[in-house]
């Protein structure tokens, strides 16, 4: 009679470890695919800037510096290897871009511009896209995260091998830093 | 209630729907073969098998399966949504294929087909069997009313209708409230021509059991004539509380609820009604396409019958979370 109730014991304690274990797989898989889905909309945005310079590069003469920056930002960006980097990387040309798209509405002749219009719409997409796939990615990471850190998932885990991944996290400072606000009035 | 909750109760409701239409045509078949038929629970009777109910048992069945599997299709007809190209020139048409994607990649859902209804007042509706085959449809006056912010709210909204599978019950309500409507008119027409031949000739047995078959038979009639309001009123029930949940899963999909409550007031303040959604799909809107003075009210019959709850009641909740949102 013992014996029986220590196997069935012990094939309970088998069964919940195999939920457990897919448990994980399936999370894991579901997070290399968000962060795939990120990936995608990053790469369109690669593609997407030497398009929108060579619209503008004729008309925006005065601005080459701005421009500079949005394609330096671009190829630092296509070089970054993962989740960390490309999120620094990545947050610096949104920053960029942002300043450029800035630049842009400042010129009547561009704004105007179906071809203009058209490219920022793609842009401003891109951008959301990207936002959105990220908030997505990093909703599901926790997850996968928390799954393996909490007890008892935290054996299975260990043993098999699962590692933490990294949240895809705006880590430029520029993007952080809270503008000072200086009310004292002095010229 | 958590979202693998929400999809079951979807899901169950779906199929108690479907059982309560075929229940219903079951017992519209049963009466049939009684009174006209002489159908009965012993020899003495006219016919020994009940042609009628089966009749109506299969086609009701093969209805609920078609409201399943098409009833998207018949909703999207009935409103004349005309597909967008995924590659479109019309900027307009571009942009809320953008805003259909973000939201797509927000919620972790395949895009769905994506449907403009040719009517100037803003209004839009989701609809399909799960979220593999679902469609969006939003009306030009929408596409022309809204910015992008407020655009990507109402897509949001739409696309929580589908992650739920809200759109699988309330689809199957559409397409089967719609099949009630048309046989109950047809009915209706029969018991004119009809006549209760069976009262007739059990008149001669005593008053006592012509007087119980007048009651079943008057019973029955009434049932046909009251089952299509009854359908309506429970499509509508079905539909209101949903909307608060769409729209708070919008405003954490979008993390904007001010857009969507933006969105909600420029559609309030355009009163005048989507003619082209009929009465039949009024539930699957964002908002009343009606334009009923019903829906703005609280109360015992404006639940009854009121398909969308206040519209300033749900512009004040997402306002709410705006609030909180920019104070947390």
Known sequence: ?187 | MNLYDQQQANRRNTLVVMAAFVAFFAFLGLGFDYFYFGFGPSAEYGIRFPIATLATITISSLMAWWGLQGGDRAVLSSTQAIPVARESNDPNHQKLMNVVEEMAIASGLPIPKVYIVPDSDPNAFATGRDPEHASIAVTEGLLSTLNREELQGVVAHEMSHVRNFDIRLLTVIAALVGAIVLLSDFGSRMMRWGGGGRSRSRSSKGSGAGALTLVIFVLWVVSIIIAPILAQILAMAVSRNREYLADASAAEMTRNPLGLASALQKIENVVSPTKSIKRGTAHLCIADPLGRKIDLKEGFWADLFATHPPMQKRIAALKQMGYQRSHS
Do not use: C
């Open chain 1, 1 to 187: 009679m013992i014996m029986f109730i220590f196997l069935g014991a012990i094939a309970l304690v088998v069964l919940w470890a195999i939920a457990k274990y897919n448990g994980l797989i399936s999370l894991r898989n579901q997070t290399e695919n968000g962060w795939k889905q990120i990936d995608v909309q990053l790469k369109r945005r690669h593609d997407l800037i030497p398009n929108l310079v060579n619209t503008v590069k004729g008309i925006m003469t005065f601005e080459q510096e701005t421009l500079e920056k949005v394609v330096a930002a671009r190829s630092a960006a296509m070089g970054a290897k993962g989740v960390a980097e490309s999120a620094a990387k990545e947050g610096a040309l949104t920053d960029a871009l942002s300043k450029f798209m800035v630049v842009v509405e400042q010129y009547p002749q561009l704004r105007s511009s179906e071809n203009v219009k058209q490219l920022q719409e793609e842009l401003t997409s891109t951008e959301n896209k990207i936002s959105f796939a990220r908030q997505f990615y990093n909703d599901i990471a926790t997850k996968f995260n928390t799954a393996q850190q909490v007890f008892p998932g935290n054996l299975i885990a260990n043993n098999f091998g699962f590692k933490p991944v990294e949240l895809f996290e705006i880590t430029d400072a520029a993007e952080r830093a809270v503008p000072v606000v200086d009310l004292s009035l002095k010229k």
